[in-house]
C-alpha cells in the first residue's frame, strides 16, 4: 500500500510539471518585440487572458509575416475592436461565432456574401479625408532656392 501510494506520488510529481508547461502562456514581458509589435492591441488585458487565449493569439501572430498587407491591417484592425468589447460583449461574440459554425456551408456563405456587400456600400459611404494644401492658408509661398 504505502508503495503504491509512493508510486502515485512520484508520478504526479513528474506529469505535474509537464502539465503547468503545456498549460502555461507566456506574459506581456516573455514575449519578443516581435509579438509585442504585432499584438500590441491586446497588451493591457494579455496577462489576463486564458492560457489558451494567449496561444491561439500567439498562433496568429506567427502566421502575420506571411499575410498580405490588406489582411495584416485586417487583423490589427479587428485586434483593436476585441479589445475595445466588454466581456459580455465578447462572450456574445464568440456565440455568434459557435452558431455560425455549426450552419451549412451554403448557410454560411450566403451570410458571408450579404456582409461583403454591406462592408462595400459602407465603404462607399464613408467619406474620405480632405486632403490638407501643401501650405497653410494665408501663408507666404517659399521661395525657391
Excluded: C, H
Excluded at 503545456?22 to 492591441?41: G, R, S
Amino acid at each position: 500500500m504505502a508503495q503504491a501510494l509512493l508510486l502515485v506520488i512520484l508520478l504526479l510529481s513528474f506529469i505535474s510539471p509537464a502539465f503547468a508547461a503545456a498549460t502555461k502562456a507566456p506574459t506581456w514581458v516573455e514575449l519578443t518585440p516581435a509579438q509585442k509589435e504585432i499584438l500590441a492591441p491586446l497588451a493591457p488585458e494579455w496577462n489576463s487572458m486564458e492560457p489558451q487565449r494567449r496561444k491561439n493569439w500567439l498562433k496568429r501572430a506567427e502566421q502575420y509575416p506571411q499575410m498580405t498587407p490588406e489582411k495584416q491591417q485586417r487583423m490589427q484592425s479587428r485586434m483593436r475592436e476585441w479589445a475595445k468589447l466588454t466581456p459580455e460583449q465578447r462572450k456574445q461574440a464568440r456565440e455568434k461565432f459557435k452558431n455560425m459554425q455549426r450552419l451549412p456551408p451554403e448557410k454560411r456563405q450566403e451570410i458571408k456574401r450579404k456582409w461583403d456587400q454591406y462592408q462595400e456600400e459602407r465603404n462607399r459611404q464613408t467619406p474620405t479625408a480632405p486632403q490638407l494644401p501643401a501650405t497653410a492658408p494665408g501663408a507666404a509661398p517659399q521661395p525657391a532656392r
